[in-house]
């Protein structure tokens, strides 16, 4: 009998740990990622730039480049710069934005790339995705998958608590995204990965169902793992299925409708995804996560994050037209504006009683 398996792509090395920065270069050389120790190193101008004087002891072959910013044009002239150099691998030192600007910067010069996080903001830390700035808004743009990952909880601990909180609302709104791709799957006939979708699932519940904090390093273990379990599930399936439905439908219209206002990208999706599950007629597991997301300060209310009830209702309506070809509770209701309005008044009375 045949034995039919596949290959899972996803980084070589994940050290999540307190202190794992002090071995980055050990772990770089024992894995063969860069045993030369010529490295491309991508830095933000804030908790990257800070880490800089840090590290270059430890890493004397690597050459510096600041990028400003997480747009198209930053990854266009981190690449442009790298171009020729021979370096070994690319490593990016920062948030979000420095990653995702890394990893289309890698992409385009053709070099693996190791993603050390800084903060814990949303699950792009360890996606085949670069979500970046560009003249129409923001885009998303697929890449490899990192060849390594490193957080170092001791770093992540000094980092701003919203970042934090904020990549708590995005590993719970996989539960969303997941209820999302079923319903597409009933409805549609979209086949649906099994293993993603249960990887993206028990991603979000470990977070969801942690009784710890973001000052404990048990919890910011499980929620570091959680997103690098979000962003292999993404690889697995090939698109960003897992772990983006309709509750990121609303946050790519808040960031669309209101760019100077938007809140940060995990908070407004924690707030789709509370939102989202109400819509589908799941109130208890609505609950559950408005209960999850208000235990950790994260937003569960429109106002919460300065927009207003309107403005809300607006989101919600723009919504699907952000992600044409995606099926959600949005499309599956095609709700008017009244309809979307009535039933956020009873979401709010819902979660507040």
């Known amino acids: 009998m045949p034995v039919l398996t596949r290959l899972i792509p996803s980084p070589v090395v994940v050290d999540?740990?307190?202190?794992?920065?002090?071995?980055?270069?050990?772990?770089?050389a024992d894995q063969r990622i860069s045993t030369s120790g010529k490295l491309a190193v991508a830095v933000s101008d804030g908790s990257g730039a800070r880490l800089r004087e840090r590290l270059a002891p430890e890493l004397p072959g690597a050459e510096w480049y600041p990028v400003d910013g997480g747009t198209i044009d930053a990854a266009v002239t981190l690449a442009d710069a790298m171009?020729?150099?021979?370096?070994?691998?690319?490593?990016?030192?920062?948030g979000g934005k420095i990653i995702d600007v890394t990893k289309y910067a890698a992409a385009r010069v053709g070099l693996p790339m190791v993603a050390v996080a800084t903060n814990l903001s949303h699950d792009g830390i360890c996606s085949p995705v670069s979500t970046l700035d560009n003249d129409n808004g923001r885009g998303s743009y697929g890449v490899p998958t990192p060849i390594a990952l490193v957080i170092d909880l001791d770093v992540i601990r000094d980092a701003p608590a919203r970042y934090v909180r904020a990549g708590i609302g995005d590993?719970?709104?996989?539960?969303?995204?997941?209820?999302?791709?079923?319903?597409?799957?009933?409805?549609?006939?979209?086949?649906?990965?099994?293993?993603a979708a249960a990887m993206a699932r028990s991603a979000g519940e470990a977070v969801l169902r942690h009784p710890g904090g973001i000052g404990d390093d048990a919890f910011l273990t499980t929620l570091s793992e959680g997103l690098v379990l979000s962003g292999i599930a993404m690889s697995i399936s090939g698109d960003t299925r897992p772990s983006s439905g309709a509750c990121h439908e609303i946050s790519h219209a808040f960031d669309l409708?209101?760019?100077?206002?938007?809140?940060?990208?995990?908070?407004?999706?924690?707030?789709?995804?509370?939102?989202?599950?109400?819509?589908r007629g799941a109130y208890e597991d609505a609950g559950v996560i408005a209960e999850a997301l208000r235990h950790h300060g994260l937003p569960v209310l429109p106002g919460e994050i300065g927009f207003t009830e309107p403005e809300f209702v607006e989101a919600v309506r723009y919504a699907p037209q952000?992600?044409?070809?995606?099926?959600?509770?949005?499309?599956?209701?095609?709700?008017?504006?009244?309809?979307?309005?009535?039933?956020?008044?009873?979401?709010?009375?819902?979660?507040?009683?």
């Open 83 to 94: 171009r020729g150099k021979r370096y070994d691998a690319v490593v990016g030192l920062g």
């Open 171 to 195: 590993a719970v709104s996989n539960i969303s995204a997941i209820a999302d791709w079923e319903l597409s799957h009933r409805e549609t006939g979209e086949p649906i990965d099994g293993l």
């Open 16 to 28: 999540i740990n307190a202190g794992a920065l002090a071995d980055l270069s050990k772990v770089l």
């Open 257 to 279: 409708l209101y760019p100077q206002r938007a809140a940060a990208h995990g908070e407004q999706v924690g707030l789709g995804a509370a939102f989202a599950m109400h819509l």
């Open 322 to 353: 952000t992600r044409p070809g995606r099926y959600t509770i949005l499309e599956h209701l095609d709700l008017s504006a009244t309809e979307i309005r009535d039933a956020y008044a009873d979401y709010a009375k819902t979660i507040s009683s």
